[in-house]
Nanobody, 115 residues
Framework: QVQLVESGGGLVQPGGSLRLSCAHS????????MGWYRQAPGKQRELVAL???????KYVDSVKGRFTISRDNAKNTVDLQMNSLKPEDTAVYYC?????????WGQGTQVTVSS
């Protein structure tokens, strides 16, 4: 079983920044897509950002220009830099990895944006 562990969440004021990190045990040769999702209380889990095998990225409209997804194959991490945070960004953020046959999920890290 591939293990994913998110870290970096916390409480931040509107306009602030956080960097989330997902440490994983997956082989880089088997990963198709890595991504970050989030789920606010009472709402559906939504895709926030993806990074594809070739390195291209995709973002949900609400975070474009503010969030950046990146990967570090040497460190086995996928990160999400979050800038200009808004209260509506408050959610539990989950790391996801898709290989050729399965999905793997982390336990989530709480991000709270509040003054």
């Amino acid at each position: 079983q591939v293990q994913l562990v998110e870290s970096g969440g916390g409480l931040v004021q509107p306009g602030g920044s956080l960097r989330l990190s997902c440490a994983h045990s997956a082989s880089i040769f088997s990963i198709n897509v890595m991504g970050w999702y989030r789920q606010a209380p009472g709402k559906q889990r939504e895709l926030v950002a993806l990074i594809i095998r070739g390195g291209s990225t995709k973002y949900v409209d609400s975070v474009k220009g503010r969030f950046t997804i990146s990967r570090d194959n040497a460190k086995n991490t996928v990160d999400l830099q979050m800038n200009s945070l808004k209260p509506e960004d408050t959610a539990v953020y989950y790391c996801n990895i898709k290989d050729f046959t399965r999905d793997y999920w982390g336990q989530g890290t709480q991000v709270t944006v509040s003054s």
